[in-house]
């Protein structure tokens, strides 16, 4: 029998009868799944597409990763027929992407080129957590300044004067002690 030709039973009249009511069963659950809201380019009517997990069908968004997989590269399945393909123009298209990148940041004037560095340092991608968490860091880091930069500010009391100036006093000794001891270290056996 040639490849893609149907066989006997599948060109028997049960056959068809079966793959007719898969066909039916299908199409009714079709009407009831959730469909892709985009605006289509053909007339601007929603795409009706049936939507993937994130309610856009895969044209129009539905397989772009979310959480730490965001901006990250989704390499084909290894065990796609096409797998290879998919994988040599996937490649192909990223490094086009990095060198129109690398055009783009080339062309900036240094203020331009500042400001977009500014905001990848303060746009990481990543998992919702981490932003929330790193987000949190540099708003205790923010306050801990401002805090610390007021304290001084602040002129420092007498007393306050006159324990730094003793703490400053030990330390000093210290060393000197410290230095002392060093230089009296025996060195070799015959120290
Ligand atoms: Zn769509």
């Given at each position: 029998m040639k490849k893609g030709q149907p066989n006997s039973w599948q060109r028997s009249a049960q056959w068809r009868e079966i793959s007719r009511a898969a066909i039916r069963r299908w199409n009714a659950k079709r009407a009831s799944l959730p469909k892709c809201g985009a605006r289509r380019?053909?007339?601007?009517?929603?795409?009706?597409n049936l939507a993937m997990a994130n309610g856009k069908c895969r044209c129009h968004?539905?397989?772009?990763?979310?959480?730490?997989?965001?901006?990250q590269i989704q390499w084909p399945n290894?065990?796609?027929?096409?797998a290879e393909r998919k994988l040599a123009a996937k490649l192909k298209r990223a490094e086009r992407n990095r060198r129109a990148k690398e055009r783009r940041l080339a062309a900036m004037t240094p203020e331009k080129r500042a400001a977009h560095e500014k905001w990848q340092r303060d746009h990481k991608p990543g998992p919702a957590a981490d932003r929330v968490r790193r987000r949190a860091n540099l708003k205790a880091a923010a306050e801990f300044r401002a805090i610390s930069e007021r304290a001084d500010a602040r002129p420092l009391s007498p007393e306050l004067l006159a324990l730094q100036a003793e703490r400053e006093r030990i330390e000093a000794e210290r060393d000197r002690v410290l230095r002392q001891i060093e230089n009296n270290k025996p060195v070799g056996v015959f120290g």
């Amino acid at each position: 029998m040639k490849k893609g030709q149907p066989n006997s039973w599948q060109r028997s009249a049960q056959w068809r009868e079966i793959s007719r009511a898969a066909i039916r069963r299908w199409n009714a659950k079709r009407a009831s799944l959730p469909k892709c809201g985009a605006r289509r380019k053909r007339d601007g009517e929603p795409c009706l597409n049936l939507a993937m997990a994130n309610g856009k069908c895969r044209c129009h968004g539905g397989r772009t990763p979310r959480g730490d997989q965001y901006r990250q590269i989704q390499w084909p399945n290894g065990s796609a027929p096409d797998a290879e393909r998919k994988l040599a123009a996937k490649l192909k298209r990223a490094e086009r992407n990095r060198r129109a990148k690398e055009r783009r940041l080339a062309a900036m004037t240094p203020e331009k080129r500042a400001a977009h560095e500014k905001w990848q340092r303060d746009h990481k991608p990543g998992p919702a957590a981490d932003r929330v968490r790193r987000r949190a860091n540099l708003k205790a880091a923010a306050e801990f300044r401002a805090i610390s930069e007021r304290a001084d500010a602040r002129p420092l009391s007498p007393e306050l004067l006159a324990l730094q100036a003793e703490r400053e006093r030990i330390e000093a000794e210290r060393d000197r002690v410290l230095r002392q001891i060093e230089n009296n270290k025996p060195v070799g056996v015959f120290g």
